[in-house]
């Protein structure tokens, strides 16, 4: 209680002070003192501590009021020599304003980035520069800002192009260089250095401040209380939870202000959490301590001075001004950044903003954020200035990152990240490598924090800790600062550029040979691998490495001499590694085809191999360069190409893909996941650029400089396969060598492998530099490979390209020439097609295909060619030359070692023995055979010289003599008539007939070329001839066969038809009579109109109704009383048609529903899915559900996807989510009685009947005299018995089952627990028929479909099933409280003296006064024997609301609008005349409320627009009561609707003559109707009006630009934490509210449990069941309850046709309008927890989710 008190009486004091102050004196008096800086310390000393920190609360809003007042007052009039007010305008008068946009972005503001013209991804611009752009009609990317950075608007280094946007385009008078200061005078610019020094150097001072109990110098307080707080600091270390549990323990506080301490804690970095004495803080402190030491580190606590507090509050807000005061004038920030960066007494790193920065890891997240703030709009707004904090910067790099790697804190809330502004200026960051040897500095930081080391001093990851990963995280973000160094190149070089990068270089490479060979394995054999060894961390290393080492080669490429000096340095490096791997390795000679070669002996299946080899990758890059770029023929002199040793280069990455090939073939499989894992991303797209790639490269490289043939038997020794190709014959012995079958398969995946990296050998030359290709074609190529697996979307596409530095594939410049674009429908996305043009440069061995991939793609492939009747050979595509310095590479296609080998192969293929040889072995060897044949026919056509590629001859060669094998040619006739090869024959035959064409060319360019070539091409031609004549016979013949098949099963059909023809006739007479066709009514009057209520109504044929269970597939007739039959049937509560959000829900348990207001706030719907079973059938089922449900709860506790505790099941057939059954009744047997009296009758009976029953309930109050009824009391009439209890026409099960519905209906309806005597029941069930139907009459009119005949089946049986049930419900209910519910229905329009509380007729929905009244009045009816017909009531009771609706109606209809007035025939005449008529009656009653209105034609429109929903509701309704079938003319949108069901409801198509024809009846009720209090009240704007027609209720309209959206949600504020940013704004798509889902701040309390803000604007807003978009995911959440929920595609699509949930991709983004419309027509369907139900069936993961809490 202490700290309220001292709290109230503290103003007191103070005030007498504070009012006494005046800020002109105070001024005045500094600018005579000659020691400013004790006179400010002393002022703020004393005021300090006396506006802030008084109580337990920090920052009440009267501190900043008092702060302002006593001491941001005083320095601005200092500051400015005069009233602050003019003197900071006149300034801000001067000002030029900057071209620097420099708005810094909120979290979650939208941010553009051109990917055109950008210099780097980092470069974005805020919203209103971007609109005012020439980038928005660019490709632009569009993200959320994490919050921090600026936008670089004016930034002339940011922008290749278009630098400024409209509002920052410099004027061209601007004389941009001179200085800011010209425009102050010198005293001026004095005050200004002496305020912002002092300034600037107390809030220093205060930040830094490390002692908790006393102040700096100078600013003792005169007085010190014994004050405290006990602050507690943010760690990233402890979650909520934790926190939030130990506060409540520690300071006794509830859940609630614990959650709202760890939210600030978490938002500011620091909260107190306590104040009070020292003992009492301490105390909290000890705690606090203790109960958070157990699991990790315990949270930071001090007990803090609150004078200590109060200074360092104000030091904050001191910075705020700070930042507020430059914003007037470009001279005053000039002015600070001076003051910031001026070197203090002790020299190095003395000035504030060295202070600041390298004590910025122990402040807390506030004050860095507040200070980080002031640097951005200051220093990093002065361009002169900028350049010197990056140097200081630079100075500290190293100091700052060790303590960023120390802190716990993420990256954005610490200085490091100011890294991203200062090097990704292309100027500054060459000047800082020049300068300060920036590049250096980072690497050497980088290896510094990365200790653990093998022997070899390798990067060693095994057995990390937790520390050790955590910190390796944090280096990291040393790599991305390498990467804004790097990421823009260099155009011109300087001498000290070139020296310092290549000595950046240097210390790049002492990293990349510290990963050389890291993490090696060993093939396990016996055993497998007992710990999985850590692997992740050398990949990760190598992904972040990626782009630095792509992008070091580039810097390499814009210079010859760095390029020269780079690669010697790179070879150096690489020889100093193998230097070191000399594992005693000795020397073997391999023979082979007459040739032989020295190497070394080398398993890699038994030795160490490391799949990380960084440097030789690095060289291979930079062999390329040398090509690419000409050096190695310009320079080659300057090159130690002839020092190479080939076999050096190519011997760790061969055995990196010899490991691979190994762990294919299933060699490794005891190596564990984490090899597979290695090889996997050895292959990724993330990865490969730099692995892959480049190991290929080298290959390539090496094997360009080395005979071919001793470099294929290197390859063999190193696949371990050389002894079976070397012996002389191998092709036989092979064959006999019966070894281990494992062995076999092996070799055999192994052979396949190597014959597949020959051909990338060869066949890769889409590189720049080792075939003569464009930069884009490597990319054509990826994607036309991908797109021949399958059409592709935009984003599959990108996922499968290399992306480069800046995030781009480069994909989009030539996509258009490989592909078309196939735009989507309302679901799917927008597809790429393969141009068919395109197709035949598909290499089934592309290197970048997975064997997934690679057999997909073949599938493909075949199948298209078999579609356009062409032979489904997959030859090799024609290749692009070599460069020179690869050209040799081709001579491995012709050597004779290879052709040894394809020799080899085939004999094995020709006479096929116990498996040792694979098709696919065959396949490759093919494929290869048809590589050479295309090298040779290219170099033929395109080189007149003699050339030396002589591939067919050595090929048509046999061996040599001992062994006299068959040549490769003689072999490949052989094998084209082999039976077991029918795969292979196209591609056998293309070879062959290549080869003929080859020999022609060669003979006529030997002989004189004058010969002309129709010969070959006759041959040619004729093979092909027959070719095609032989595939058009076996089409003919397949043609023929599926014929007679067909045949046969059509004549089986009708065999079978004709056998069981009765069962089909009974099955077709069935079919006639569930669905109620229009051909029902009976044949006597079939062409009399056909009416639905009334004496004249159709009575259709009774048919008997058979229907068949879903469980037992019995079938069952339904009657009255026979077996219950029921419908699954879902029931929800509804505000789809609501026109008023507003209305507080009612209390349950006082709520009387009997009267439904017409703004329907709040309805009751049932669906159905229309499946039937019996009912016993369906308890079995529901109570097997349960008993599971019983089980699985002791398992495991998640929830399904239905609450079983709600009485919810999923439907057995359909899965559909229903929580009740409707039982499905027979139709009630209308009686054709002679007695129809005319209204004025039926209005005498039906009183007489009302009062009978008035006087036997109220003997029916005392429970006891239930027995003793006195008759004569009521002149009852005598065909009408009170007490007669009729008998009841159902069987148990139907009561049952009525009882089962009704109760289901009351209980979801109001929200309450059953109870099956409630009287409500029956009302709830007629109310949920109303509302039914009327959603189903907006829906039809929505989607412009006719009334009858275009519903589905489900909800034509839902309708019907819901009419009968409401009329036969009041037998299961008490008889007496039914007819109590009619009697006050029929009171709202017969006033009645016995019945109190009418509601009046405004506050009535007529439709559901229509159909409760309809509905109720069996009760009275089954005790009336006068054979009144039921029919005449319906239609009295019809016609009397009809009259009512449209009194309701004129009431309502408002004043006219201005329109033409049309012509309007004799008909129209007579209704627009009685609609004046019954108006001005009106008026007579009602009074002034009405306006007058002249025009009848206005009228009589009112009347019929706002009448015709009720008129379709009513014809549903009866329709489906008394099952007449509907006129044609409604089965259609035609003219004349009106007349047509005006005549089906039995009504004049001039409704008015209702009202006239009885108006001496009418008029006393319509007086009685109009002089009710409440229609008085409502119109004068007292209650809620509801003009007809309702429109019909839609979403939101949302905007067409997504960013729009976001722009919207950044600047929403969460509406419970003081205007905090919200982390997940959320959209409600209903009424548009803004809701801050997902987070502690806005839980609220609901029915005893904690949900999040959507989960609780459900309930108010939607009855439960929500629509929202969430704004920074984009993606749609459907909630249903608490527990349901899921995630649905957003309207918004990108240009690709593609959603981008989690704005990923950054597309811009606009609205579909057919896919709003699919989740409109999904809410008014009611379906919205179906489709829950249905995705969290589909995904078990959604189920999962705490839906309750978003």
């Known amino acids: 209680m202490a700290a309220a008190e001292s709290d109230r009486e503290v103003p007191s004091a103070l005030c007498t002070e504070f009012l006494n102050f005046s800020v002109k004196d105070t001024a005045s008096k500094w600018l005579q003192v000659t020691d400013l800086y004790k006179e400010v310390y002393h002022h703020l000393a004393r005021y300090v501590p006396k506006i802030y920190c008084l109580g337990p609360n920090l920052n009440p809003q009267s501190e900043d009021l008092l702060a302002q007042m006593l001491l941001q007052a005083p320095l601005e009039w200092y500051l400015c020599g005069e009233d602050p007010s003019t003197g900071l305008a006149k300034l801000e008068q001067n000002n030029q304003p900057s071209q620097l946009c420099g708005h810094v972005f ?333 590049m250096t500095t980072i690497i050497r930081t980088f290896v510094d924090h990365l200790r653990h080391r093998d022997l070899q001093g390798r990067f060693q990851f095994e057995r990390y800790t937790a520390q050790q990963a955590f910190k390796f995280r944090r280096v990291q973000s040393l790599i991305g600062d390498l990467k804004y160094v790097l990421i823009s190149r260099p155009t011109e070089w300087s001498d000290q550029l070139r020296e310092k990068f290549l000595e950046g270089l240097d210390t790049f490479l002492e990293l990349l040979k510290c990963m050389q060979g890291m993490d090696p394995v060993v093939r396990q054999v016996g055993q497998h691998i007992e710990m999985e060894p850590e692997w992740e961390a050398a990949f990760t290393l190598q992904m972040k490495l990626t782009h630095i080492i792509s992008m070091i080669q580039e810097w390499c490429a814009t210079d010859e001499r760095v390029l020269i000096e780079a690669y010697k340095k790179c070879l150096t490096a690489l020889t100093h590694c193998h230097s070191g791997f000399a594992d005693g390795e000795q020397p073997i000679t391999l ?155 092996q070799n055999n995946t192994l052979t396949e492998e190597m014959l597949h990296l020959i051909m990338m050998v060869v066949g890769e030359r889409f590189e720049a530099g080792i075939g003569q290709v464009e930069g884009c074609d490597e990319i054509k190529r990826e994607i036309l490979h991908q797109l021949c697996i399958r059409p592709m979307a935009h984003s599959e596409l990108v996922k499968a390209l290399p992306e480069n530095e800046n995030k781009e594939t480069g994909m989009e410049r030539v996509i258009d020439c490989v592909a078309s674009f196939k735009k989507p429908g309302v679901t799917g996305r927008g597809l790429y097609e393969l141009r068919p043009e395109c197709a035949k440069q598909f290499n089934l061995y592309f290197h970048h295909y997975s064997r997934a991939d690679q057999s997909k793609a073949e599938e493909a492939q075949r199948k298209l060619k078999r579609q356009n009747g062409e032979d489904t050979a997959l030859p090799p595509p024609v290749l692009p030359p070599f460069c020179p310095l690869f050209a040799s590479l081709v001579n491995i296609l012709q050597c004779d070692v290879l052709l040894g080998m394809l020799g080899a192969v085939l004999q094995w293929a020709v006479e096929p023995s116990a498996g040792h040889w694979s098709e696919s072995m065959l396949q490759r060897v093919l494929h290869l055979i048809g590589m050479a044949l295309l090298e040779e026919r290219q170099q033929l056509e395109n080189s007149s010289e003699d050339n030396d590629f002589n591939f067919t001859l050595k090929m048509s060669r046999p061996g040599e003599a001992p062994s006299n094998t068959a040549s490769v040619l003689a072999l490949l006739e052989n094998l084209q008539n082999a039976p077991h090869l029918e795969v292979h024959k196209d591609m056998i035959r293309w070879l062959l007939k290549t080869e003929a064409g080859i020999k022609t060319l060669r003979e006529r360019s030997a002989s004189t070329s004058t010969v002309t070539a129709s010969g070959s091409r006759g041959q040619e031609e004729t093979a092909c001839d027959k070719d095609k004549a032989e595939r058009k016979r076996k089409a003919e013949m397949a043609r023929l066969r599926r014929e007679k098949v067909m045949a046969q099963m059509s004549e089986m059909q009708r065999h079978f038809i004709n056998e069981n023809k009765e069962l089909f006739q009974q099955s077709l007479e069935e079919l006639d009579a569930s669905t109620s066709t229009s051909l029902e009514h009976s044949p006597t009057s079939s062409d009399a109109a056909l009416v639905c209520v009334g004496p004249r109504r159709s009575r259709p044929r009774e048919k008997r109704q058979v229907v068949t269970c879903i469980l037992c597939q019995e079938e069952q007739e339904i009657r009255a009383d026979g077996k219950a039959m029921v419908l699954a049937a879902f029931v929800q509560r509804s505000t789809v048609m609501s026109k008023n959000r507003k209305r507080p829900p009612h209390d349950p348990k006082r709520y009387d529903p009997l009267f439904m207001h017409p703004d329907l706030s709040f309805g009751t719907h049932t669906g159905s899915c229309g499946h039937i079973m019996h009912s016993h059938c369906w308890q079995r089922y529901s109570e097997a559900v349960q008993a599971k449900e019983q089980r699985r709860q002791q398992r495991l506790r998640v929830h399904t996807s239905y609450d079983v ?512 419309r699919k989740i409109q027509k999904l809410w008014r369907q009611h379906s919205i927890t179906e489709e829950i139900g249905h995705a969290q069936e589909a995904n078990q993961t959604l189920v999962g989710i705490d839906w309750q809490h978003l």
């Open 106 to 438: 909120k979290v979650g503001e939208p941010t553009y980035s051109c990917r055109e013209c950008a210099a780097d991804p980092t470069c974005v611009l805020c919203m209103q520069c971007f609109l005012g752009s020439v980038h928005k009609e660019h490709r632009y990317r569009m993200t959320t800002s994490g919050g921090g950075g600026f936008c670089d608007c004016g930034d002339t280094e940011a922008w290749k192009k278009g630098p400024y946007c409209q509002k920052h385009e410099p004027n061209i008078s601007d004389s941009c260089h001179e200085d800011p200061l010209a425009h102050l005078s010198t005293d001026m610019i004095a005050r200004c250095y002496n305020v912002f020094s002092i300034v600037l150097k107390y809030a220093v001072d205060m930040l830094t401040w490390d002692k908790e109990d006393e102040l700096p110098p100078g600013l003792e307080p005169p007085d010190r209380s014994d004050s405290y707080y006990c602050m507690l600091f943010n760690d990233e270390v402890h979650t909520y939870e934790q926190v939030i549990y130990t506060l409540q323990k520690a300071v006794n506080c509830t859940q609630k202000e614990a959650v709202s301490f760890a939210t600030t804690v978490d938002r500011d970095g620091r909260k107190s959490v306590r104040f009070g004495d020292f003992a009492f803080c301490e105390l909290a402190k000890s705690v606090i301590v203790r109960n958070t030491s157990r699991q990790s580190k315990p949270l930071r606590v001090q007990v803090m001075h609150s004078s200590v507090v109060a200074h360092q509050c104000f030091a904050l807000k001191a910075l705020h001004w700070l930042g507020h005061v430059i914003g007037y004038s470009d001279a005053l920030r000039r002015i600070l950044c001076q003051v910031g960066l001026e070197r203090g007494p002790e020299g190095e790193n003395s000035s504030l903003v060295d202070t600041l920065m390298l004590c910025d890891s122990k402040m807390w997240k506030g004050a860095r954020n507040v200070y980080h703030q002031l640097f951005m709009s200051s220093l990093l707004m002065d361009l002169k200035y900028k350049k010197l904090f990056a140097i200081q910067f630079a100075k500290n790099y190293e100091r700052l990152q060790s303590d960023y790697v120390k802190d716990d804190h993420d990256r954005e809330f610490s200085v490091t990240d100011l890294s991203v502004q200062m090097f990704t200026v292309p100027s500054l960051a060459r000047m800082l490598i020049t300068e300060e040897n920036l």
């Open 591 to 745: 023979s082979m085809c007459g040739h032989s070669v020295d190497t070394i002996r080398y398993c890699v299946s038994q030795e160490k191999v490391s799949i990380h080899l960084p440097v030789s990758r690095l060289l291979a890059g930079l062999h390329v360069l040398l090509s690419k770029m000409e050096v190695a023929y310009r320079f080659p002199e300057q090159l130690p190409l002839s020092e190479l040793s080939p076999p050096m280069l190519i011997e760790h990455p061969l055995r990196c893909l010899v490991l691979c090939a190994q762990v294919h073939a299933g060699m490794w499989r005891r190596n564990g996941f984490s090899l597979v894992n290695q090889i996997y991303y050895y292959h990724n797209v993330k990865c490969r650029v730099e692995m892959f790639d480049k190991d290929l490269i080298m290959l390539q490289a090496g094997a360009s400089m080395m005979d071919p043939n001793h470099f294929l038997m290197i390859v063999l020794s190193r696949f371990e396969l050389y002894h079976i190709f070397s012996s002389a014959d191998c092709r036989k012995r092979y064959n006999r060598e019966t070894a281990n079958k494992d062995v076999v398969q």
């Open 1205 to 1716: 505790g709600n009485g919810e099941f999923l439907c057995p057939l359909c899965e559909c989510l229903s929580n009740t059954v409707i039982p499905l009744l027979p139709r009630t047997k209308g009686s054709s009685s002679c007695e129809q009296p005319g209204l004025g009758q039926w209005l005498k009976t039906s009183g007489q009947q009302i009062k009978a029953m008035h006087s036997a309930h109220r003997k029916l109050q005392p429970v006891s005299t239930v027995e003793e009824t006195v008759e004569e009391e009521c002149p009852a009439p005598e065909v009408f018995t009170v007490n007669y209890i009729p008998t009841n026409p159902y069987s148990s099960t139907i009561k049952e089952m009525l009882t089962t519905f009704g109760t289901a209906t009351y209980k979801v309806g109001l929200k309450v627990h059953p109870n099956e005597q409630d009287p409500r029941i029956p009302i709830m069930c007629w109310g949920s028929c109303a509302y039914t139907i009327q959603s189903i009459e907006r829906l039809l009119v929505d989607e412009k479909k006719p009334l009858f005949g275009s519903l589905p089946c489900r909800q034509d049986e839902c309708l019907s099933s819901l009419a009968r049930f409401g009329s036969a419900c009041w037998t299961a209910a008490c008889q007496p409280t039914v007819q109590g519910h009619f009697i006050r229905l029929v009171a709202a329009l017969i006033p009645d003296p016995l019945v109190e509380a009418s509601p009046c007729i405004l506050d009535v929905d007529m439709l559901h006064l229509l159909v409760s009244v309809v509905l109720s009045y069996g009760s009275v009816h089954s005790q009336d024997s006068s054979g009144l017909s039921v029919d005449a009531v319906q239609l009295h009771l019809f016609h009397l609301i009809t009259v009512a609706h449209m009194v309701q109606i004129l009431l309502t209809s408002g004043p006219e609008e201005v329109t033409m007035e049309q012509e309007s025939g004799e008909a129209e005449r007579g209704e627009e005349e009685g609609a004046c008529r019954l108006y001005n009656t009106l008026r007579t009653h009602v009074g002034s409320s009405l306006p007058e209105v002249g025009s009848g034609w206005h009228l009589w429109r009112c009347v019929k627009t706002g009448i015709l929903p009720y008129l379709r509701g009513a014809a549903l309704f009866f329709h489906h009561l008394n099952g007449v079938p509907a006129p044609p003319e409604l089965h259609a949108l035609c003219p004349g609707q009106w007349e047509v069901l005006c005549g089906y409801l039995s009504l004049p198509s001039n409704l008015l003559q209702l009202f006239h024809s009885q108006q001496e009846l009418l008029e006393p009720l319509l007086h009685g109707w109009c002089t009710h209090p409440g229609v008085q009240q409502t119109l004068q704007g007292g209650g809620v009006l509801v003009s007809f027609p309702r429109e019909s209720n839609s979403l939101i309209d949302l905007p067409d630009d997504y960013s729009a959206l976001i722009n919207q949600a950044s600047s929403f504020t969460c509406p419970k934490s003081g205007g905090d940013k919200s982390r997940a704004p959320t959209l409600c798509l209903v009424c548009g509210s803004m809701l801050c889902s997902q987070s502690y701040c806005c839980q609220t309390e609901l029915e005893g449990e904690d949900v999040g803000a959507c989960t609780a604007h459900t309930f108010a807003c939607g009855a439960g069941v929500g629509i929202f978009l969430r704004v920074r995911e984009s993606q749609v959440l459907f909630l249903a309850g608490k527990t349901k929920g899921c995630f649905y595609a957003p309207p918004y699509l990108d240009d690709y046709g593609e959603t981008d949930q989690g704005l990923r991709r950054g597309n811009p983004l606009h609205l579909c309008h057919e896919r709003y």
